[in-house]
Structure formats: C-alpha cells, structure tokens
C-alpha cells in the first residue's frame, strides 16, 4: 500500500538516546552519532539525553519536519514499551507511524555489556546500522477499520465475573454469561461469613446476583461450558454445551475469562482424608454455616498447609485472612472454643487486614508461629488428634489435643483453566495461573479482547475480584466507543500464485487466521492474524510474506549485520 | 455537553483511570498540585517483583497521558469546592501559575541555569539541590520550568529578574495570576496517594541525627541510575560506597505503643526492601545485606520467588527481630544495630555502613481538607473510607465519588492500577452511557 510518493532512497534520520547515564556511560554515543552519520541513507543523525522525554520527543518531531525525514531510527530502549511514543512522535510531525524501527543499545547492549565500553560501541554501530538497513524498507500502512462485535461473554459466575458483566451490562453491552455450575455465585456460595464485613457471605451475594439476574443486557446460561471459541478480538463465534450437547453458538467481540480458582484438598497432608476431624478451612465454613461443631472445645489450625513449599512457592494471600476470621467466628460462638492458628509468617496486609489481626487476637486466639524447618506434626494418639509444634518463641515443643484441626490450604487454578488457555492462547504461570501482559498492564492479556479477572490470575480475596472485574470491565469498554479498531502494520499475506496448498501454515497458525479458499489455496484473514510470522517460517514454496518483516527487510538487515562498512 | 470526568491526584493511578476513561471517548480533568504529573513512582528505581525500571514505564503513559485529546491536565491545582450530585457535580480548581508562558517557553534552560536561589531537590529526596525555577527531572511531564514561589527572590521581596533577563523569549511571567476554573463532572476520582511515614518519631533509630540511616524513598534516589549519584550506592556520611547494609522493617508500621506510628502493616515494604536487597546484591555482589523482619508478607504471585531469590540466590541475610536501637560510631560514622533474633533468643548486635528504615505509609496530611471539600468521610487514620467495604469498595461516602490507589490504604503499583481501572469503570456508569453511547 502506498501512501504517498515514496522516493527510491529514503532519507533516514537516527537519534541515539543516551538514557542518562545507562547509555551513554557505556557506549561512546558521540562516536555512535558520527557513525551513523556516515551509514547509507541517513540524513541525519543526533543524540539526546532522554529521547522519550517530551523535550526529546519534540525534538524528534521538529527534526522530521526540518530535515524532510523519511524513515526513523531511534537507537534506546526496548520496542515493547517505547515504541509507541515513539511512533505517536511521526504521527505528530506527519510521517506514517509504521516508518520507525527501533535499536535496542540499552537492554542487548549497554546493560549487558556495561564492563565492556569499546565492544558495546561496535556492538551498538551494529544495531544501528541494522536498523537503518531494514528502516530504508519500511513501507507506510493504514490500519484496516475493523469492527468489532460489542458483544462480550463472561465466562465464570463468581464475583470477579459478576462483577465484570453487571458492569458491562450498565453500560448498555450484551453479555452472555456462562457458569458450569448450576447455580451463579462461584466461591462465595461455599462460604459462611466475608472479612471486613462479617456479613452473611450469601447475603452479600444475593445483592449481587438480584442486579444480575435482573439485568436485560446479561443472558445468563447456567450448568454449561464454552466448547470452542474461534476467530479474534473483533469477532469470536462461541459454542457453549450443556450435557455433552451444544446449545447454542453466538458471537462476541471480547471474553471476560472469570473462572477462579479451587481450594486445594490436600491428601495426605497432616493426615488429611484420613480422619474426619482433619479438615480444611473450606469445610469449617460449611460447619459454620450448619451450626455443627457440636463439642467442638480446641481447634487447631496450620497454616501454609500445600502452599509456600517447594512444590507451589507462591503465598496463597486469602489464607491468614480466611484463618483469623474464622477463628474469630468461632470465639464469638462460644468462649469455651479455645483456637490456636499455627503459622509461618503472619500475612495480614493493609488497613482492614491488619484490624481483622488486632481483634482476633483481642478475642483470645492464640498464634503460634512455626518455622520452615520445624513443620507442625499430626497424629492420631489413643483416639484423639494430636498437634506438635516447636515455637521459636518459647523455644519449646506445643503439644495440642484437638477436637478439629483445620488446614489452610492456597487456592490452586481449577482443572479446565489450561484447556482455556488453548483455546484462547492465555500464557499460564507454572502452576496454571493466567499471566498478564506486563506487571503494568495488569489486565490486559496476550490475546487481544480476552481478559482474565479474579483469582483465576493469581490468589485474591473477594473484595479484590469484585475491583478486578470492574478493572477488565473498563479495558472490555474500550472498543465499545471506538466500535472499530486498529491492528498493528504486521501481517501475513499468501502469494496465491506460489502456494502449493500443503497446509502446513493452517495447522502451525495460532491465530487459526489462515484458511483454505475454494480451490484449496491458504488465504489469510488479516483481522485475525498476530503477525507472529510462524506460517511465513515454515512454508515450502516462501508464498508467505510478514509485512514490516519482509524478507527483503529482514535480508537487508542480516547483511548489513555482517558486512560492517557503513556504504556511503 | 460532554460528560467528562474528574480525576484528582496525577501519580500512576490517577493517569491509569484518566486514559482508561480517555480511552473510551470520555473526556477528563486530571487535578495534580505539583508542576508535574508522575507522583511517587517517578522516584522510584524498580518495580517488584518484576525488576523493572519505574520510569521506563511510567515515562509512556506520562505523555500519552498529558497529549491525550481527551484528558485537560491542571498542575498546580487544588480543588477547592464541589456542589452538586452525582451526574452533575459543580467543581472549582484554583490553578496556580507556573510563571513561565509554556507555549513560548523553548526549554532553552537558560533561566534555570542563570537563577541564583539554590534549595534542595525534593526529587532527588534532598541529596541535590535545585533552583527555584527548575524541571525536577528530564523525563518530566510537562516538560516546561515552573518557578517555586516560596523559594525565589523575586517573589521574596528581593526585586530579583535574573531569569526574565535570560530567558530569549519572554516566556517568564512573573504576573500571571492563580485562576479558578469551574467544572461540571458527572463524577469524581480521588487518586491522592499516600505519604511516608517520618522516622524521626522513632529516635531509637536516629533519623536525621545519624547521616547514614535513611529512608526507602532516599534509598531509591541513591540507587536510580538517574539519581544524585548516578546509581552509586555512596553513604550520605562520606560519600563511601555502603558495603554493609541493613533494612529494618516495619518502621511506624505494625505499632501497638502509644502515639507512635500506626497499627497497620504497611502492606509493600517487605517487597520493596527484598527488591532493594536485590538491587544492591546485584550491583555489589561482595556487600552484605541483612533484613531484620517480623513477618515476611510476599502475598502475591510471583513476590515469593523474589524472597527466595533474595535470600538462597542473592545471600540476603533475614533475621525475624525488630531491632531496639540503633547507635552510631561518631569517628567512623558506622552504625551498630541491636536487636534480638527472636528465631534463637539470641541478642546480636550488627555493625553496618548504612541503614534503610521501611517506613509506614500514611494518609496525605491534606485528606483532611479534601475531605472536607468533597463531602466524604475519612476513616480513623485519615484514609478515604469506603461505603461498604465489600459491594462498594471503591465508593466513597458519597454518590459519585470514588477511589483507588493508596488514598484509601496502602497498596502496591499493580493494585493500584487495577483499582484505577476498576474507579474509572464506577465513575463511567456514572455518565449515564447508555447501549448506543455517545462516548463523547
């Protein structure tokens, strides 16, 4: 696509930032600048202190302007979080926003290299002159309009995903919800009480689930799961079944992935499975919730019980918060329950967490801490349950007879969260947590117009789930207003008159952006490709061009790599 | 009319929830008192615990921020006064002046370079000094000088127009006038942040009497690459490179004695201070670094692997104890903590070159007054309270205004930009959007 008189050299500008000191104390960038002065096609190279400054920015705009710039090439940081000012700096001064390329001198080079000066500086000529090599090729683009379904479907009726489609239905968006249970309410129908409020978990809900229940805009399917989901942002088609049968297929612009996370059960552990009195925080709160604890007079309860250990390091942040409460319940119940909490590191955090510590323990609950080397031990001694535990703080081994021993136990993804992720090409964390994008972008996901909110990401009480499907609720809108949408200037495209129709690129595609036409040749749906380049690596017949990444491109590239005269 | 949105605190939440709700057509007042948005994370070196670099990050969405269409930036505004209700809320915002013409301003420096006032730099947590007109930082948004007027001599009565005179363009306007400006905003986020807690309070630990014991955010400065020292980790003393370092957390944090600190836990200091460790292992290998704890709270995904790494990687040495004093050698000016092992009962004393005191972080002293202004409620602390902790987290006590980030207890930088994004979708359904929505 061209658009606009393009001429046949273009006048390349490069601007070399010396990220304060992380640059420029390691690379010679007055000699990097003078280098590039001399590489074929630039017309004009400088340097500044903080390129992605505003200052900076500006200057970069008003070099494009007066020096007629062409292609740019900024010699910094990482692409992943630059090159967007970078690009909205040629947008600004009127230069397409797909003719810059980036040098990466800071993270591949200075930050390596940083005990080797005069190599970092060859390396970083290198890098730039790589980067002009493949900018000289850059070709202008116009992001397609694509419109985008404002259909969106919530998968998961916990809290986090009510949250999400009771917002998102305010807003006027047609939800599809979708629970495999039953019933809509998730984890919080297992619950007995919620910290800070005390109240009634299933009061809290029911508020929660009458907005739902009654909103037009939510179509709510209970007791199914999503069976496929294929296409992208702009338009997946869903088929959702129920009882081995499909029910329906529909079609959506975005999913809200809200499907939490399970408690773990922890065979084995502390004799759990094995004795009735031995259970985990999950069943205290059902026998919270039937009043059964009758004769219950000493319960103990260990903390950490599967999680922060070698097999899942990870604090599972609900726990303390869940223990205490709990324990507390249970004073209030009856003074006669004396209660024992048996814990590593005490993890209550912030204003509310903190008070719900201060009244456990005002409430005579007794903490006891263990260390990592000397876990408590359970036995079942003459028919009763018995606690041992060595307390650093005495210095002394504890010995409890308990009428229930408690387990806290971490929350641990559920089952299907990995078929999931097949499906919608979620990124999992070594234990099956969805991981985001970027710490910074804590909602946003590496597909784009799917989201994951709630504990289905990482462990969070339900205060937080509520706030994090409001969160991906808001990242959801974003296309509703825009009702269109861009994509990136990288994409494939298939020479139909060299594909030999092997298929090889449909089954490799993780977008399933490529399909067979008519007469059995691929075709590309530019909508949905990611631009990820696989199909392009591995075809026989090279039909397969990766615009912004064009073999010509890349080619001039790997040259200029190895051949290290400048050329002018 | 466009409906538009009111944000009030320019740090990382406040620009969150103003480009979520940008983003999606609406259009936002974005209220900062400072000259320049970015608030505490701009001083911060890395994020944890993914070991990012702060401004790397933050610097982006800064200036998407600051150029977005949508979003008006005030700095140097307070919001003075708010009628109305929800849907139609009546705001005033006095804006004070910067006194420089930012649109002829060519950020020449000049002026910078010529003024004679010199006070220390608040950015740089006071290892520098600045002038009293002056640009904190070069990544600074927006990038344009703003004179400090309790600092500069002209203001002071001295007559002084040295930079009138050096600036070429006539940019500087010693005249200009603070002005109110009237708002009509369907609703309102309160973003304000929080405040670190003063360890003077504590003496046993020697804040500001001792050179070397310093704060985590002055710890930050020393060790961003972009600070006073250009990253060196050199003690405030004598300029010596810290080999021997030691955190103490939960200072003012976690308190139960009469009218010190407060009772909370802080919530981000063991992960600031393993991030910290971290950083000085990685730069001094050779250093020692010890953290004397009372819990570790690592209560994230991913934040327990930093512990691990910090401590069975790195060699960080954690030792559960809050220490009872600190005490300084007056010749060498090196520091000797007392403190009880609480894992052994042993009594130990460590000899160290610099010392970081986690401190608490406290309400904003001014939530009283905005408080007021906005007709909320704060909590016993002097945090924005919330109307039910549970349904409504992020609603004030009053219809319409809402809050995220620390202005409502401490949290860390992902928290924070969750919330935001969750406040800007309260404040959203707040504009009365409806299927077919105008979006602006």
Same mark, same amino acid.
């Given at each position: ?10 006048? !390349? ?12 104390? !390691? ?26 400054? #505003? ?92 419109? !985008? ?9 916990? !809290? ?36 800070? #409020? ?8 029911e ?148 008070a ?16 990592d ?41 559920r ?47 339900a205060?937080e ?20 949408r861009?994509r ?64 010509d ?15 002018k | ?8 605190? $320019? ?12 983003n999606?057509?609406i ?35 800064m200036?998407e ?22 849907g ?28 004679p ?7 740089? @947590? ?7 007109i ?9 990038? @344009? ?128 201070? @393993? ?56 010749l ?38 905005l408080?007021?202004?906005? $007709?909320?409620?704060l909590d ?57 929505g105008?979006?602006?």
């Amino acid at each position: 696509m061209n658009m606009s008189a393009e001429s046949s050299s273009p006048r !390349v500008g490069v601007f070399v930032c010396r990220c304060g000191v992380d640059i420029g104390d !390691v690379i010679d960038v007055p000699a990097l600048v003078e280098y590039a002065k001399k590489v074929q096609g630039v017309a004009y190279a400088t340097e500044d202190s903080f390129a992605c400054s #505003t200052s900076g920015l500006e200057k970069i705009e008003d070099a494009i302007k007066r020096h007629n710039l062409e292609r740019l090439v900024v010699a910094a940081c990482t692409p992943r979080t630059h090159e967007a000012i970078f690009q909205s700096a040629c947008e600004r001064s009127g230069l397409n926003k797909y003719l810059v390329e980036m040098a990466n001198i800071r993270e591949q080079c200075s930050w390596v290299h940083r005990d080797d000066s005069q190599a970092a500086t060859e390396k970083a000529k290198d890098l730039v002159r790589m980067a002009v090599a493949k900018a000289r090729l850059l070709q202008p683009w116009k992001e397609p309009e694509i419109k !985008v379904n404002p259909n969106i479907l919530v998968v998961g009726g916990g !809290v986090s995903g009510l949250s999400s489609a009771l917002s998102l239905a305010d807003l006027g968006f047609k939800i599809y919800l979708v629970e495999k249970e039953a019933e809509l309410g998730g984890m919080l129908k297992s619950l007995h009480k919620l910290s800070p #409020t005390m109240r009634d978990s299933s009061e809290s809900l029911e508020s929660m689930l009458r907005l739902v229940e009654q909103n037009p805009n939510i179509e709510i399917h209970t007791s199914s799961r999503v069976k496929s989901v294929e296409g992208a942002i702009s338009n997946f088609e869903v088929e959702i079944e129920s009882d081995g049968k499909v029910v329906e297929r529909f079609n959506v612009g975005r999913i809200i992935v809200a499907i939490g996370a399970e408690i773990l059960k922890p065979h084995g552990l502390y004799g759990y499975g094995h004795d009735k009195r031995i259970i985990i925080q999950l069943d205290l709160e059902e026998k919270l919730k039937n009043n059964d604890l009758k004769g219950v007079g000493t319960v103990v309860m260990i903390q950490c019980a599967g999680s922060r250990n070698d097999e899942r390091p990870y604090c599972s942040r609900i726990c303390c918060n869940t223990a205490l409460k709990n324990a507390q319940i249970l004073r209030e119940l009856s003074p006669d329950i004396d209660v024992y909490i048996i814990y590593k590191d005490l993890i209550t955090y912030g204003v509310e967490s903190s008070a719900l510590e201060l009244n456990t323990k005002r409430r005579g609950v007794k903490l006891i801490r263990y260390r990592d080397e000397s876990p408590p031990e359970v036995a079942i001694e003459d028919g009763s349950v018995v606690v041992k535990v060595f307390s650093p703080t005495i210095n002394e081994e504890m010995t409890f007879r308990a009428d229930l021993v408690v387990l806290s136990t971490p929350l641990v993804p559920r089952g299907e969260a990995s078929e999931l992720a097949r499906m919608l090409k979620l990124p999992q964390d070594p234990f099956g947590f969805f991981k985001e994008a970027h710490q910074l972008s804590p909602l946003d996901f590496a597909t784009e117009g799917v989201y994951v909110c709630g504990t289905a990401r990482a462990p969070k009480d339900a205060v937080e789930s509520i706030s994090e499907g409001l969160g991906v609720g808001s990242k959801a809108a974003e296309y509703k207003f825009s009702r269109i949408r861009g994509r990136g200037a990288a994409f494939a495209e298939i020479n139909e008159k060299k594909c030999s129709g092997c298929g090889i690129c449909i089954e490799l595609c993780p977008y399933n952006a490529i399909r067979k036409d008519e007469i059995g040749i691929s075709r590309t749906d530019s909508a949905l490709c990611g631009g990820c380049g696989v199909c392009a690596a591995s075809c026989p017949e090279r039909a397969i061009t990766i615009h912004h990444f064009t073999d010509d491109q890349l080619e001039a590239q790997l040259l200029a790599a190895i051949d290290r005269r400048p050329r002018k | 009319m466009d409906e538009s949105v009111l944000v009030i605190g $320019g740090g990382v939440a406040g620009i969150q929830a103003s480009l979520d709700l940008a983003n999606r057509g609406i259009k936002v007042h974005l209220v900062e008192k400072a000259p320049f948005i970015g608030g505490v994370m701009a001083q911060l070196d890395k994020t944890f615990p993914t070991m990012n670099c702060c401004i790397c990050i933050l610097e982006p969405k800064m200036i998407e921020c600051y150029r977005h269409p949508k979003i008006t930036v005030h700095t140097l505004s307070e919001v003075t006064e708010v009628g109305g209700s929800k849907g139609n809320f009546k705001v005033k915002v006095i804006e004070r002046p910067r006194f420089v013409d930012t649109s002829r301003c060519t950020r020449c420096g000049a002026c910078i370079e010529k003024c004679p006032v010199t006070v220390p730099d608040e950015f740089q @947590a006071g290892f520098e000094s600045r002038k009293a007109i002056y640009i904190p930082f070069p990544q600074a948004v927006p990038y @344009a000088p703003s004179i400090d007027k309790g600092s500069c001599l002209h203001f002071g009565g001295g007559g002084c127009i040295v930079c009138e005179e050096a600036c070429p363009t006539g940019a500087i306007k010693y005249e200009q006038d603070p002005r109110t400006v009237s708002l009509n905003v369907s609703s309102i986020i309160v973003a304000t942040g929080f405040e670190q807690y003063d360890p003077k309070e504590m003496g046993e630990y020697g804040y500001k009497r001792y050179d070397n014991v310093i704060t985590p955010l002055e710890f930050e400065r020393l060790v961003s690459p972009y600070g006073p020292t250009g990253g060196e980790l050199t003690r405030p003393s004598d300029g010596k490179i810290a080999k021997r370092i030691a955190f103490i957390q939960c200072v003012g944090s976690r308190s139960h004695r009469p009218g010190i600190g407060v009772p909370y836990c802080s919530g981000i200091c063991c992960m600031y201070a @393993a991030k910290e460790a971290v950083t000085i292992k990685e730069k001094y290998p050779d250093s020692e670094v010890t953290i004397f704890y009372i819990d570790i709270k690592a209560f994230s995904r991913d934040f327990q692997n930093l512990i691990n790494k910090a401590r069975d990687e790195m060699g960080v040495e954690y030792i559960r104890g809050k220490p009872g004093e600190i005490r300084e050698n007056p010749l060498t000016k090196d520091l000797y903590i007392w403190y009880e092992d609480t894992d052994t009962g042993e009594i130990g004393r460590k000899e160290v070159d610099l010392a970081i005191l986690s401190a608490a972080l406290l309400p904003r002293n001014e939530n009283t007054r905005l408080a007021q202004v906005l $007709g909320v409620d704060l909590d016993e602390f002097g945090f924005f309270k919330v109307e039910d902790p549970f349904l409504s987290s992020l609603e004030t006590t009053r219809d319409g205004i809402y809050v995220c980030g620390c202005c409502h207890g401490p949290r860390d930088i992902s928290n924070s930009v969750v919330e935001a994004s969750a406040a800007a979708m309260k404040a959203t359904t707040g504009t009365r959007l409806t299927a077919e929505g105008s979006g602006g």
